[in-house]
């Protein structure tokens, strides 16, 4: 407390206002492959488009049904971590290697002049095409006897920078120079000037040097580097690996629907250079650029494209300047300080004249214009595997270490209820994310038998870890069994496929959240009706639905009714051991619990172990348990945190204990209707 000294006015605040904050149930976490995105990270999803734009097309991946459940889950909860596995000995970026040279240049030296002297130009660009717009080319007239010609063709130039003549002139390191240049570069490209008077025209070597002078008519022709070598291209990739970076065609029926990223360089006028990223058919995002470091504000590739995926600027590709052979990103040459330095280290480059290659340093260095397509992206999937293989079901489980694959879910950030690794059936990938929810204590793993089971008993087999494929029985308050897989139509595809059952089961406990509570049973006729499938894959009576559901079994039936539809007609968890938990509206109330007194108590933490906190605590926790209540969660609750639950021994320890009872709603799974017939006589007290 604050001591006073002098009279005065003092006014303390303190703040007594703590509750318990409402806990969201309904974010699944789903590990799945994909042909595009981020891998091996939980990313958020809020809606079905933001799936397909992140992680690509659900027909675009072999092996699981990671994204088809995702679609199915996000239409009914607005949230969704997706687990992108990826095999890193098959995983590869979609690239390409952007070429780059030299604009072809001319140099008119010996200025000023003793005469009148008269330019005139042409030229082509990469692909050999004239690029001179006014068909004679520009005509340049410097009058006799200027004292500073180079700045009046710098001037005249400037008169005419609205309009690409195909050409540009950049001023020499004194007044004495000035280099007329082609705005195209590449071997394919060229650029003649010819002039009255023999005006010191002296073409520009592939090192950046000026040749011979004397001609009334020079033409400089560009260079284009090797891309076998080492620094020899732009080395464009993927952001991420996969195949749906890259680009193709699929003829549609109203025309030509184009995938994948394409990267677009156009040239204009001087030094500059633009870079496009051509998403799915549409610019999604470019920049202006140019070859040359000019101190901080520079607008060399490499300092504004990303060259990895750390600190991305762009959000679809990294770039360096490396040979598409070599490893790493690593940058073999130093850029130029001036778009007439070119470059202080060596580049191979191939001459348009069809010479041997020749190690130079060319000035005037620009990309070369021109559509480049991405290729080569794989998923690191199940791609032609028969099964899944041991790589792949790594990929899937991930590093602990590493937080990858299933382990990516292990994050008490991410606030998952429930999760599931759909249309993976191997007990290795079930085992580890049931593993983790237990673990964690944060969610609910959901998991089925395979596809293809055509009986209630197989089904059972499976669970009890006796059936192909499974050799331990599944026992878990932290795990949920489904079966029978759901037929549903694929839009994709345009055909029907059979979807793992527990992509429906979380969707109907993210429905049962937005419309009741966690702690009611996410099955039945009100909260677990199916509309979206057409069948299911087994038809189950009652004889093969009191089978699974009878104790010792817990695998909770889809059913199919003639005049209801298809309704999820169970909601077990996977404990065979009798108890409350043993019924997934109750350990789905846990979790929540669980996780808001952690919220709720944190700031109690350090605070004096005395019945002033003590009585902080149930201030707390009491209202929430209440609320829970009250909206038919509990029937009866006691909160007791004093010196019963507080001993000498535990505040020595520094521990601070709270006992919470709770008697949990139960559900009424079992309808019985006794009927009694009794003779005329009997009195009914009615």
């Known amino acids: 407390m604050p001591t006073y000294s002098s009279p005065g006015n003092y006014v303390i605040e303190k703040d007594f206002s703590e509750y318990a904050p409402a806990v969201n149930s309904s974010i699944a976490g789903i590990v799945g492959f994909a042909s595009k995105g981020p891998a091996n990270k939980a990313t958020l999803i809020t809606s079905a488009s933001q799936l397909l734009k992140t992680f690509g097309d659900t027909d675009a991946v072999d092996g699981g049904q990671g994204l088809l459940a995702a ?3 996000l239409s009914k909860t607005n949230a969704v971590y997706y687990v992108r596995a990826e095999d890193g000995t098959t995983a590869t970026d979609a690239s390409a290697a952007v070429l780059f040279g030299s604009c072809p240049a001319v140099q008119v030296s010996a200025i000023p002049f003793s005469t009148e002297v008269s330019f005139a130009f042409s030229s082509t660009d990469e692909a050999g095409t004239s690029n001179t717009t006014n068909g004679d080319g520009y005509i340049l007239t410097l009058t006799t006897g200027a004292t500073d010609a180079a700045a009046d063709v710098l001037a005249a130039q400037s008169a005419i920078e609205t309009n690409d003549w195909g050409w540009t002139a950049v001023s020499g390191t004194d007044s004495s120079s000035v280099y007329f240049v082609n705005n195209h570069a590449g071997k394919d490209a060229n650029l003649t000037v010819s002039s009255t008077h023999g005006a010191h025209l002296s073409p520009l070597d592939s090192s950046g040097n000026a040749t011979a002078a004397g001609a009334a008519s020079q033409t400089a022709s560009g260079t284009t580097a090797d891309i076998t070598t080492s620094g020899g291209s732009y080395f464009v990739e993927s952001l991420y690996t996969g195949a749906g970076y890259n680009a193709s065609a699929i003829t549609t029926v109203n025309g030509t629907t184009n995938k994948g990223l394409k990267v677009e360089v156009k040239s204009h006028t001087g030094k500059t250079f633009s870079v496009n990223v051509v998403n799915n058919g549409t610019i999604a995002e470019g920049w202006q650029l140019n070859m040359e470091k000019d101190g901080a504000i520079t607008l060399f590739p490499e300092d504004v494209i990303n060259i990895g995926e750390t600190n991305a600027v762009s959000e679809y590709i990294k770039a360096s300047f490396k040979s598409a052979n070599s490893n790493g ?15 202080t280290g060596v580049v191979k480059s191939t001459l348009q004249s069809g010479s041997s290659d020749v190690n130079a340093s060319p000035a005037f260095m620009k990309l070369i214009d021109g559509t480049y397509s991405l290729a080569g992206g794989n998923n690191g999937d199940a791609a032609g595997a028969a099964s899944i293989t041991s790589t792949v079901k790594s990929a899937l489980i991930g590093s602990e270490t590493l937080k990858s694959g299933i382990y990516a879910l292990d994050d008490d950030s991410l606030n998952i209820s429930m999760a599931c690794v759909p249309g993976i059936t191997q007990q290795d990938v079930q085992n580890t994310l049931i593993t983790i929810a237990e673990a964690s204590q944060n969610f609910l ?20 870890g006796q059936y192909t494929g499974r050799s331990a029985a599944i026992n878990s308050s932290y795990a949920a069994v489904y079966w029978p897989w759901l037929k549903q139509y694929d839009p994709a595809t345009s055909t029907d496929i059979y979807l793992d059952p527990a992509a429906y089961a979380i969707s109907m406990m993210c429905y049962t959240d937005s419309v009741s509570d966690p702690w009611f049973a996410p099955a039945g006729l009100v909260r677990g009706r199916l509309t979206k499938p057409t069948d299911v894959e087994v038809i189950l009576n009652q004889g093969d639905r009191d089978s699974m559901y009878q104790p010792g079994n817990a695998v909770n039936p889809i059913a199919k009714f003639a005049q209801d539809g298809i309704v999820i007609w169970g909601q077990r968890t996977a404990q065979r051991t009798p108890s409350a938990l043993d019924r997934i509206n109750v350990r789905r109330m ?5 996780k808001m007194l952690l919220s709720a108590t944190r700031s109690i933490i350090f605070e004096p172990n005395d019945p002033v906190t003590w009585n902080r605590v149930v201030q707390l926790v009491q209202p929430a348990m209440d609320d829970i209540r009250r909206r038919r969660g509990i029937t009866q609750f006691r909160v007791i945190c004093d010196d019963t639950t507080n001993t000498p021994l535990r505040v020595d320890r520094n521990e601070l204990w709270c006992r919470v009872l709770i008697k949990p709603t139960k559900t009424a799974e079992v309808l019985v209707f006794e009927l009694n017939l009794t003779n005329q006589s009997a009195q009914l007290g009615v």
Do not use: F, L
Not at 449 to 455: D, H, K, L, N, V
């Open 71 to 73: 679609v199915e889950i």
């Open 329 to 343: 990103y690593d940058n073999v040459w130093t850029p130029a300080t001036t778009w007439k330095g070119g470059i």
């Open 445 to 464: 793993a959901v998991v089925s038998p395979p596809e293809g089971i055509t009986s209630a008993q197989s089904a059972i087999n499976w669970h009890n």
């Open 590 to 594: 846990m979790i929540v619990i669980r």
